[in-house]
């Protein structure tokens, strides 16, 4: 095993996302978990907690004043990281996993969040980190990334390339869905139990979704965007529809991506299980002559991709490392 | 138990719709199978071949020149009843499960479905069947129905209440998922195994697929559809989103099936697990203002409204019958 | 529909037990539910509550003193019955789905459900009502009938035709298994989410469970039972393991059968699948010449034949209906 | 990355168990796949036939007289190995995935795989690699490793360390569940389909499954043992019930297993989820009082610890690495 120089800290460990993010080191070369927190847990072993994890580790608080750290995952929800942002950057670079720092405007913020952003949050100047679409310098000189959500990398990665050839006409559709897991590990109500979920599927939010304003961020224009359940753990699969003036090919789709290890353009609609925890993107292209749409499918597992791995892969940049250092690429099948 | 007076027939009565219309009947006060056919399995019991259907039942050869019966419910692979409709309509009225007969350009059928339409076939009138959009008088005196295919049920339900709006702009997206059912019981390759589909979600003919023309046909004008497959055995949601120059409203869509039992306007996106064994067709509404979308999200149960049951509310209404007779509404939960 | 001559109670309908008793009524020829109570939800329509329903019942509060009714089915935790079943006696018969009266020795009550048996209850005389096993005479003149548990029914109907043909040497294992939906709708803790449970496999309460006792009873010795998870909502499957002096027979359990609408004797291990929604229990008999065990599986529906459909059947034949009115035996498949 | 010294040749690649040992081998610090092979498609890229696979390997025909490795798994049906082991046995070091040679009498291979062992197969002494149950030594120094089958992983997991104790009374009975992945990628009858597996669980082979004498040689008496299909595709949990003269202990199967890696002794029963993709086995020990019975749950991924992780664990064993070498321990969750 090589040196593992990089030390890091995970707060909010024992959700789905931590969990990962410490499983996903556990065979990276160069860095290891140093600190791992969880709210009301203090004290008690993370295996505990998430007992498919094997690990020492054991949970502490989160205490920002006396946290030392060369990168810190924040894994918790809205509101936390605008909180304690600010004092974290004084000791540690911070790659944060919620919504808090990934909207540019206060005011959409706001809206979607339904939060204030409180005033010592102007001063932090996040970058956005999804590495394929991102100003790769830019990501390696940040204190503080905004990690993308996980519908917003599924729909970006697929609709960029579209955007980016001046090709597309008016609203582009994002049908997207997602496995349960995206829901996180404390949502206790009802609806998510296993004889609610198991066997069916439905939309939800299908207007309005907070993810909605991210992807028209970097879309650079309004974009039609419905999420739905799926039954089953994990994974997203995003269908955008979108009129184009021009045929799209896949070639474009690999030239877009040349040289970037997590995007690969496939021959057929992919699976989302052909990710299952992998850090991969897949995407199909496909084009309806009939009506002029381009319609491309993109896959990635939303707890790697869509969310650790992605903040891996943010790490390893910032730290200097080859993006894909440590992190996985074939799926995990049947 | 009301007099069984119907006489019907089920030919390929061992695949998921055939045995699904034997399950039903079971229950339905007004009709009895009579004769159940199955292609390689003459001689044997259908309760071998399908072990969860308890019946009496005996598979015959299909022989349509000794046919006799009230109705008779082809649930054939398509060619089967463009080849044999003209002589069973000698002796018997028709409900075909397949495509043969829902189109109406002869050219459009032998594109998408890749065969010949026969010649003696340009005779036979069949009425597209659903219910909710077809005229009823029409239905009722067919001598053979056309059955909807699974995914126009559950598109154009949702999209006819707007098209006939005339508030729809450009071309309307039906982004489809189906469960695996929809496949069929012989489709034996490796894709279809349990293993491969388990856990995992992916779209297949994005473009292009048979049903398009169909939906396109009673829509009158370019829809762009694609399908997806749910890991679950039933179940159908189509997601539409349609450009409109009016917010559209739950109440248009209610006046609209005003007094059809099997459509029901609700109150959120609704799972396909609240139609399991339902002939149901659940609807909901929504309205994205910042980009003029109505976004409606309907669910059915492939096997019932999508197939089985939708046959037998076509029949239902060929015999005179109230076109809910022995069908269930209430889904099987959880 | 045949006139509706009897008036039903459902106490916590809003559960999964009692929701499927509404449900099933439904279907009913001679019953229908003229009230329905739900703890915290009185003045709701029940089919809020429960949108796969689609009735127009109205919750009540509960209130023994007003009710009246042909039949109550009381669908309760622990504790409900006990407390209030002395008064409904008064005006109604009562069908207790809890573990209230299974049991015939307080103390052995007390032990495993872990609280007291009032007073007032030990006037109280149930009778089991698991109708292929109990005395049918009996049982038609109850006034308070135990419904079994969901495991109970699907052990004992396998393990009784061994037991009864005096074969059985030592402690027979009763290894199950059950959909999640056996836990209730109201069990809210992590471990019941779905993306804790899709995809796995596990036992628990291997040693102790509060049904053992209760398969013990009727099996005049002690029993070794352990219960698992299966993923999946409905369904139960035991598998007997019975050291045997003589080896078993189809035969013989179907003679112990005979006549029987729902149990039926099968030629291969059954899947849970084929009674999804039936009150069927599917049995299959084999034997271990090389270690001389009896190995028997059986199949239910947790919900039907181990909880809904069973108190249904125990209400058919309390009212003095053949004791298969009403009720489903196809299963809903796929 | 370590030097990746050690050639390996993969014979039937694209196999879930082939496919699983290049996806592991993929982060090994030692070895790489040198040769993939499969049956049908020489000549084709692996990763078109296995699309999560994530690698260069184009698939070789099987030529045992040109095969040059260090170590080659055998990933085919039974006979194979049989066949062509003693040609391979001078070019390379084999570990069979197969029950060629885990069987010593060969009366019993004969009469469970109904198929003659060939004459040559006489001089291939074998060696049975469970490495926590076998002879490390002897491992270490052996030509041809019998990998073991899934089902006895985990059944002798949980039994041996009873069988041990000298406490077992009787035929202790062994009931076990496996996901899908079990039957292989090549069964393509309708039994394995989606829709006829999703949301049920049942028995087969409940007497006489191949796996029993395998289990029983190392338990060195009979065993009563049951396969039961779980409704996922990963995952074998195995109960045992034995009648025992003295109560269990963790602590007696802490000691047991002291010191190996892939075995951990919990605190409640474990969930094959908790496993998935990762190389250990947990077991949980309960006892009951009332019938004087062990009751021991284990877990394992039938295709990692039940198959390629321990043929990995036997190879890294057989080179002279831990055994833990590259193999991963926490699970894929959720």
């Excluded at 892969?313 to 200097?320: E, H, K, L, S, Y």
């Amino acid at each position: 095993m090589a040196h593992r120089g990089l030390r890091v800290a995970v707060v909010g460990a024992s959700g789905y996302a931590g969990a990962e993010i410490v499983r996903l080191l556990a065979s990276h070369p160069c860095a290891e978990v140093a600190l791992a927190t969880s709210g009301r847990s203090a004290g008690r072993r993370l295996s505990e907690l998430c007992p498919w994890l094997h690990t020492d580790l054991v949970l502490s608080d989160f205490d920002p004043a006396s946290l030392r750290a060369d990168f810190t995952f924040l894994c918790q929800e809205a509101g936390f990281a605008l909180e304690h942002a600010p004092e974290l950057l004084a000791t540690t670079r911070v790659i944060d996993l919620s919504g808090d720092f990934r909207l540019k405007e206060p005011s959409v913020y706001e809206r979607f969040y339904q939060r204030e952003r409180p005033k010592g949050a102007a001063d932090v100047r996040a970058v956005y980190g999804l590495p394929e679409l991102t100003d790769v310098e830019e990501l390696a000189d940040a204190k503080i990334v905004a990690n993308p959500g996980c519908y917003p990398t599924a729909a970006l990665l697929a609709l960029m390339p579209l955007i980016a050839s001046g090709t597309v006409v008016g609203t582009p559709i994002v049908d997207a869905k997602s496995g349960v897991s995206g829901a996180g590990r404390s949502r206790k109500e009802t609806d998510y139990l296993f004889s609610e979920l198991s066997g069916g599927f439905k939309g939800y939010a299908m207007v309005g979704h907070r993810h909605t304003p991210e992807i028209e961020q970097m879309a650079g224009r309004p974009v039609r965007f419905s999420p739905h359940l799926i039954p089953a753990a994990r994974g997203i699969e995003a269908t955008i529809h979108a009129q184009v003036t021009k045929p799209p090919s896949a070639e474009m789709f690999q030239a877009f991506y040349n040289g970037r290890p997590f995007v690969q353009v496939v021959g057929s609609p992919p699976s989302t299980k052909l990710v299952h925890g992998s850090n991969l993107c897949l995407i199909n292209v496909d084009y309806d002559a009939s009506t002029e749409f381009a319609v491309v499918s993109s896959v990635i597992d939303n707890l790697v991709k869509g969310a650790a791995g992605q903040a891996i892969q943010n790490m390893n940049i910032m730290a200097g490392l080859p993006e894909e250092t440590g992190l996985p690429v074939s799926g995990v099948w049947p």
